[in-house]
């Protein structure tokens, strides 16, 4: 069914909120019909079955990650120049921030609501403020801490020091977006 006015709610998906055009909700579902065939309230979470939704991947990736990190700072360290990226370092940069402000936004669109309806404690503490919708954009956020992980591999490559805290946040709020996945756990 087509959308007769893309700034009017009526007509639309039932998690959408916000009027078409400004809707990520609505962005999302194009784009999945786009990529699957399926609208986004299709979709679902299935670990074991979803891409990148197994322990043994988690684990595998974050071991991948730190061997990464310090086989490459070896292998950098007998370069004799740091490698310069700074076009592809600005072009990942303006990616990961637009899909992080694009997931904020959608974020937004589906918790805003039920803290007006139904207050803090249910959507930021109710096992109900779990729905699909959400559940979708927590796997997005999750599939881009994949993604941060080439912020380090360009700093190896521009043989920039790592302090322990850029490894470990990358590497461990990976693990946490999966376990919020896995758990369902709310905001």
């Known amino acids: 069914m087509a959308e007769l006015n893309p700034f009017s709610l009526s007509g639309t998906e039932f998690s959408q909120h916000w009027p078409s055009l400004i ?46 990190v310090f086989g490459g700072q070896i292998v950098m360290k007998s370069v004799a120049k740091p490698i310069r990226l700074k076009r592809i370092t600005q072009a990942h940069n303006l990616l990961l921030t637009l899909i992080s402000g694009f997931l904020l936004l959608a974020f937004l669109e589906q918790c805003l609501p039920a803290w007006r309806d139904k207050g803090f404690f249910f959507t930021i503490c109710g096992a109900e403020s779990w729905t699909q919708p959400m559940e979708v954009i927590y796997y997005l956020n999750y599939i881009t801490k994949w993604l941060e992980f080439i912020d380090t591999v360009l700093l190896v490559l521009k043989k920039k020091k790592l302090e322990f805290l850029h490894y470990y946040h990358h590497s461990l709020t990976m693990v946490l977006c999966f376990e919020e996945l896995l758990g369902r756990v709310s905001v």
């Open 23 to 68: 809707s990520p909700d609505w962005w999302l579902n194009k784009g999945f019909i786009a990529v699957t065939g399926q609208p986004k309230s299709a979709w679902r979470w299935s670990p074991g079955t979803t891409t990148l939704s197994t322990q043994r991947g988690v684990l595998t990736g974050v071991v991948l990650y730190l061997l990464m």
